[in-house]
């Protein structure tokens, strides 16, 4: 996750499309930082809530990608969001944090917070990760 901060290797073809970028990692907790455009809006005018659901499950599992063996995968089984307020292209730069509940052998359980630069919270939510080795 490091590396693909900073830039020796390549980050995922999604980063681009939801303009986020990675700004930290350490074991157990990820940053990435985001800034919502117009072409992320719903038909009602406001940012549609896959932006943030976006931000938080790729925040949340980062996370626990953070805390795993090389040779070790993971997917999302769930998530759940709680947005808390609106979202425009005005709101500018968003921050998302995962931070690792629980690591088990099958299972992580993480939570995820998105906020402006204020520091007011947007949205936050709670995931659990399948954890499996990749063949």
Do not use: Q
Request: net charge neutral.
């Amino acid at each position: 996750m490091r590396a693909m901060i900073e830039g020796t290797l390549p980050g995922a073809p999604m980063a681009g499309l939801m303009n986020m970028r990675g700004v930290e990692a350490n074991h157990g907790v990820i940053v990435f930082e985001g800034v919502p455009g117009p072409e992320h809006y719903n038909p009602l005018g406001s940012v549609h809530g896959g932006y943030a659901a976006t931000l938080l499950d790729s925040c949340m599992g980062c996370a626990v990608h953070t805390t795993l063996p090389a040779g070790t995968g993971y997917t999302s089984i769930d998530i759940n969001i709680t947005f808390v307020r609106a979202i425009t292209h005005a709101t500018g730069l968003i921050t998302a944090r995962g931070e690792v509940i629980n690591v088990g052998r099958r299972v992580g359980t993480v939570r995820g917070t998105l906020t402006d630069a204020a520091g007011k919270v947007l949205a936050h939510g709670t995931s659990s990760c399948l954890i499996f080795a990749l063949d």
